[in-house]
Nanobody, 119 residues
Framework: QVQLVESGGGLVQAGGSLRLSCAASVTIFSISRMCWYRQAPGKQRELVAVIARGGTTNYADSVKGRFTISRDNAKNTVYLQMNSLQAEDTAVYYC?????????????WGQGTQVTVSS
């Protein structure tokens, strides 16, 4: 099993910044890609950012230029730096990983962390 533990959420004013962290219980080299999703009340879950094993990144159009996903291999941790936050960014943010554990590849999810942006 792979455990993902998110942290860094909270309440911030519009225009402010937050950095989310996602610590994996396995070496990051056992992970092919990691993603951040978010889900706002009454809305569908949205893919926010992806980072592949090689470091390639992709972003949702709604966050391009404001959010940055990165990884620290030594700490088995992925980050989401969120700048210029807007009220529309309010959501529960989830970290996911496609990882090799127990002899097979699977998709794993963290418990989520709440981000609230006040306008």
């Amino acid at each position: 099993q792979v455990q993902l533990v998110e942290s860094g959420g909270g309440l911030v004013q519009a225009g402010g910044s937050l950095r989310l962290s996602c610590a994996a219980s396995v070496t990051i080299f056992s992970i092919s890609r990691m993603c951040w999703y978010r889900q706002a009340p009454g809305k569908q879950r949205e893919l926010v950012a992806v980072i592949a094993r090689g470091g390639t990144t992709n972003y949702a159009d709604s966050v391009k230029g404001r959010f940055t996903i990165s990884r620290d291999n030594a700490k088995n941790t992925v980050y989401l730096q969120m700048n210029s936050l807007q009220a529309e960014d309010t959501a529960v943010y989830y970290c996911t990983a496609n990882a090799f554990a127990g002899g097979y590849w699977g998709d794993y999810w963290g418990q989520g962390t709440q981000v609230t942006v006040s306008s």
